[in-house]
């Protein structure tokens, strides 16, 4: 296969110096940065997955189309399983957390959170929902296999009596109205997946994209192993993100916020069961993504109770 990634560099640019692959986490991607003579970089992707490539292309299109920044498409050829991209960087706001002091942190959140509605119901105008590659709707049905998920894998983890509430607070999720669509939902919006370069926010791997509500990608962001934020630092975020959707949705902020902590509870379970399962494939640990993800349940399990 990189042999095939070889000969469409050389085909459709030169020679390259150096070809090193980048981890991908979980996904089945092979993604790796190519570096020329000159100095310059791009990102090649190979993926036989070619409903996803498709997914991708489209989202991205509809993305600057709404005057969001994403990676340019150098190159994606006939098969649709093999693609270049404009090289970012490493400077996801994840690594960027890091290096930075977390008032920063927490004025980028602020910006991002900003940003997410009018991704969401801007997208929603010009997405054909046709290109999704999993499922085309957030919904019931979506719910519970991610509960199921974390049934089969993840469950085992956590303390029967959590378990237990859980279950319960499963049940109320169900029969809400967080499974009606609304608009698009990015899926995996999380602080590995938002690049900045030049002071600008670049969106990335969007591709898991689907029609559902407006609470869940916020979830994603506030409750991933990747945010570095305390919770002491959520209401300023969900205040933020609530001036930003009551352009879109006209909803009180206690009622905003309480829709975001059940799709954080799904969100959770859905992380567990796939680090779980992970695991359980490759033997790769996720052990400290896992800690605090549990951390996140307990607090969510904890909020919604009260």
């Known amino acids: 296969m990189k042999k095939l990634l070889i000969e469409e560099i050389v085909k459709q640019f030169e020679n390259p110096l150096s070809i090193s692959p980048l981890k991908m986490g979980l996904s089945d991607r092979k993604i790796f940065r190519i570096e020329f003579s000159s100095g310059e970089t791009i990102i090649g992707v190979i993926n036989e997955n070619i409903e996803e490539n498709l997914a991708y292309f489209h989202f991205n299109d509809c993305l600057k189309s709404i005057g969001f920044n994403t990676p340019e498409i150098l190159y994606k050829n006939r098969d649709n399983n093999i693609y270049f991209l404009e090289d970012l960087g490493e400077n ?40 999704c590659y999993q499922t085309e709707y957030f919904n019931s049905k979506a719910i519970e296999k991610d509960i199921s998920l ?104 206690d009622e905003s916020v309480y829709k975001i902590y059940q799709n954080g509870l799904i969100r959770v379970q859905q992380m567990l069961g796939r680090y779980a399962e992970y695991f359980k494939r490759t033997n790769i640990s996720q052990k400290e993504k896992q800690f605090k993800v549990i951390k996140n349940l307990e607090q969510i399990v904890s909020y919604l109770q009260n």
């Open 92 to 131: 996801t706001v994840f690594e960027l957390s890091k290096k930075v002091d977390k008032k920063n942190v927490l004025n980028l959140a602020v910006k991002i959170a900003e940003d997410l509605p009018i991704i969401l119901f801007e997208m929603d105008r010009v997405i054909n929902y046709n290109f």
């Open 150 to 253: 974390f049934e089969k894998y993840g469950a085992e983890i956590i303390p029967s009596n959590l378990k237990t509430t859980i279950d319960n607070l499963n049940h109320t999720i169900l029969n809400s109205d967080i499974c009606n669509h609304y608009c698009f939902l990015y899926r995996d919006f999380q602080q590995r997946n938002i690049m900045i370069r030049d002071h600008k926010r670049y969106y990335i791997d969007f591709q898991s994209g689907r029609k559902g509500n407006p609470w869940y990608d916020i979830a994603s962001y506030l409750f991933s192993s990747s945010n570095i934020l305390d919770h002491g630092s959520f209401e300023t975020i969900l205040k933020a993100y609530h001036s930003s959707l009551i352009n879109y949705l006209k909803i009180s902020f």
